[in-house]
């Protein structure tokens, strides 16, 4: 698999102990980053550090919803590191339900973590990226941001907000060395599929044209790309990855 240079880079890869975020972490420290690994769940974070077990990688217990400790732990990374790249990755799906049945409080919850998670740590980050005049965004969104998921409307809108929130950023940013992207993958062979009903999968497979649910490792490497040196003019862009599904 093709490697990408990504030595003497630092990058918070959020939701990492998990999923997608799992996959990119092997990824970083196989192309020589120095992976940061955050997750809400500490019993899987000291078991994947186990079994990686190398030397470049760390992690924190963070609730990515929560502002002061977002801020307050990249503030303490930035004190002995430079923070090169930054993968918004943790998410939620919620539960399958019409917007009129919609639990409020879920509804809240998922827009926490799935928008307002991206927002907390791209504030939190991004000023220390212009100070080093450097840095590289990636925000996993969904082609649920796009589309539109029936009976998901809240992972829908909170994926839709990451979307534009990246084009902004972006935007705002390119004057800089900072590149600021989205990705929009349709379903994959996650755990995140697990929080749906067999009904709902099936309903996200039979709108992909080839057939299959996304590969991990074929996500990855598009992450990687977007995350690297040789990824120096693409930004405040959306990146789909959806089989064909989309049409835009």
Known sequence: MHQFDLKNK??????????FGLDITKRFLNSGANAIIWDIDENELIKVSKEINNPNLSFNVVDVSNFKQVKDTVDEISKSS???????????????????????????????????????CCKSVVPYMIKNDYGR?????????????????????????????????????????IAVNAVTPAGAKTRI??????????????????GRFLEVEEF??????????????STAAVFDISGGRSTY
């Not at 630092?10 to 999923?19: D, L, N, Y």
């Not at 019409?98 to 409080?105: A, E, K, M, R």
């Not at 697990?194 to 709108?207: F, G, I, P, T």
């Open 10 to 19: 630092t990058a918070i890869i959020t939701g990492g102990a998990q999923g």
């Open 82 to 120: 430079n923070i090169d790249i930054l993968i918004n990755n943790a998410g939620i799906t919620g539960s399958t339900a019409t917007l009129w049945d919609y639990d409020v409080d879920e509804w809240n919850k998922i827009v926490q973590i799935n928008l307002m998670g991206t927002f907390n």
């Open 137 to 177: 965004i990636v925000n996993v969104a969904s082609v649920a941001g796009k589309d539109g998921n029936a009976n998901a409307s809240a992972y829908s809108s909170a994926k839709a907000g990451a979307i534009g929130l990246t084009k902004s950023l972006g935007k705002e940013l390119a004057n800089k060395n």
């Open 193 to 210: 599929l697990d929080q749906m009903s067999k009904e709902h999968v099936a309903r996200m497979l039979s709108k992909v044209p080839r």
């Open 220 to 233: 990855t490497s598009l992450i990687c790309w977007l995350s690297s040196e040789e990824n120096s003019f």
